[in-house]
């Protein structure tokens, strides 16, 4: 389950590092409310927190939430003054995943979200929820880690 996943991996990296929770958060710029969600109840961030935290951390999105046993190392251009252009990584992948509008109405059909989830990610950018975002990367057979951004490996050919 990937939010029992996240809680233990990101607890054990917190704690691996000397931190408290408020540390941890002070360490990644986000409220102290998402990481203790995080770390005590599994709760599964947005797609831009998460990115933000592995970026922080130096985790790998698939690693954090349970998709995979490696910790694959980020991009090295993951850094946290370019972690605001992940969402416009992430509009050229699901461009190049889904070359139309009606191939990607398909996809939110098949998972059963509302096509109006995906439509800002698709015309402008930015993150729907990590929820929609690991199931367009199984859809896509792709890593999360390659769609969110964070890796040049794992991805489609762009």
């Not at 540390?23 to 990481?35: E, N, Y």
């Not at 990115?51 to 690693?63: E, M, N, P, T």
Request: neutral net charge; hydrophobic residues 35%; proline residues 4%.
């Amino acid at each position: 389950m990937i939010s029992e996943t996240l809680k233990d991996r990101f607890k054990q990296e917190v704690q691996r590092r000397g931190f408290y929770p408020y540390d941890a958060a002070k360490f990644c710029g986000l409220g102290s409310g998402v990481v203790i969600d995080c770390m005590n109840r599994g709760k599964v961030p947005c797609a831009r927190r998460l990115a933000i935290i592995c970026v922080a951390f130096d985790l790998s999105a698939d690693y954090l939430l349970g998709l995979s046993d490696e910790n694959k190392p980020l991009n090295p251009q993951c850094t946290f003054e370019n972690v605001y252009t992940y969402g416009e990584v992430f509009l050229r992948r699901i461009r190049t995943i889904f070359k139309t509008r009606e191939e990607l109405w398909e996809f939110c059909k098949h998972i059963e979200i509302k096509a109006s989830n995906m439509y800002r990610p698709y015309n402008y950018g930015g993150f729907p929820t990590t929820e929609i975002c690991v199931k367009l990367a199984v859809y896509a057979g792709v890593s999360l880690d390659w769609l969110l951004g964070l890796s040049d490996k794992g991805g489609l050919e762009e």
